[in-house]
């Protein structure tokens, strides 16, 4: 759910309300977007496709999560959904069984279900689960892009649950599938569970049994992201030279030049720097310190160039 960039003073995981002015549809695929605005004059996208079942329309007034800031400062809002909210139980209707080869290449067995309001989700099954049972009533742990993230609320997810200590290693216990294209390692610590979005570290080369160290960002929850495993490349707080991509202007304001200097780190993701007034005429590399690491990527802050 992409959103334009706001100079506005939105915070990840804060909740606000905006109002839908209008509906536009935007190339190349002449996608549907509902315009949004907040309450402070700021200017937001959310895709139309996402939120058919919401019987969203102009005029309408929502609560939206902001449910990430990228490090471009790019931001990504999840409305309220109408009718449910995260930690309800809620009846689904079992539809069928799918078969599903991991990133380990080990076979699982997903439910798939309906949710009242004809919404699909996956639930990984458990020996508890077999198809003749026609009715699962499943905790809402999270909602995302309008679907419902969900678990078996007599599951044990997280073992004795203890919070997770940067000192003790972490071990990568396996994978925990909510759906195709929704996988997490599952870390063990102890005989406490963690859960880290696996599509953020498919360069970190982690696999079954590996031992692992992470930072601790901030309190558990089985799909948010709280742990950032430690970086092959960076740590906070250090400076270090990017590779130059290419120079991008960015507009004038108030008579001042603004561009973008993009550099790439070691990973290959790429970032904007904003600067003002004349572009360099040579770069070779870019100084930046990292300020934070989230998701494998990389917070900058411009330093210099050589």
């Not at 990984?124 to 679907?147: F, T, V, W, Y």
């Not at 550099?263 to 870019?286: F, K, M, S, T």
Request: with cysteine; net charge negative.
């Amino acid at each position: 759910m992409d959103n334009q960039e706001s100079n506005s003073a939105l915070t990840e995981g804060v909740s606000y309300r905006f109002r839908i002015l209008h509906e536009i549809e935007m190339p190349p695929d002449n996608e549907a977007w509902y315009v949004l605005e907040s309450e402070t004059g700021s200017r937001h996208l959310l895709l139309k496709e996402f939120y058919a079942h919401y019987q969203l329309q102009p005029g309408n007034d929502l609560i939206c999560r902001v449910d990430k800031v990228n490090c471009s400062g790019k931001i990504f809002l999840e409305p309220n959904h109408p009718f449910c909210k995260p930690g309800d139980v809620v009846p689904f209707a079992f539809t069928s069984s799918v078969e599903h080869i991991n990133s380990f290449g080990d076979t699982e067995q997903l439910a798939l279900l309906t949710d009242p309001w004809g919404q699909q989700a996956h639930l990984q099954m458990s020996s508890a689960i077999r198809e003749e049972i026609h009715n699962l009533n499943c905790l809402i742990d999270r909602i995302k892009k309008g679907i419902l993230l969900i678990s078996d609320p007599n599951r044990n997810y997280f073992g004795e649950g203890a919070a997770p200590d940067a000192d003790q290693p972490f071990v990568v216990e396996g994978l925990c599938t909510l759906a195709p294209n929704l996988e997490y390692f599952m870390l063990r610590q102890n005989n406490s569970f963690f859960y880290l979005r696996t599509k953020y570290y498919t360069q970190y080369g982690f696999e079954k049994g590996s031992v692992i160290f992470a930072r601790v960002l901030g309190t558990p929850g089985l799909y948010e992201h709280y742990i950032e495993p430690i970086h092959p490349h960076y740590q906070p707080g250090e400076v270090y030279a990017f590779d130059y991509v290419c120079t991008e202007k960015s507009g004038i304001s108030q008579e001042i030049n603004q561009y973008r200097i993009i550099v790439r780190d070691l990973l290959g993701h790429e970032y904007p720097l904003a600067r003002e007034g004349n572009e360099p005429q040579w770069i070779n590399r870019v100084i930046a310190k990292v300020k934070e690491i989230r998701m494998s990527k990389c917070q900058l802050e411009f330093i210099g160039i050589e």
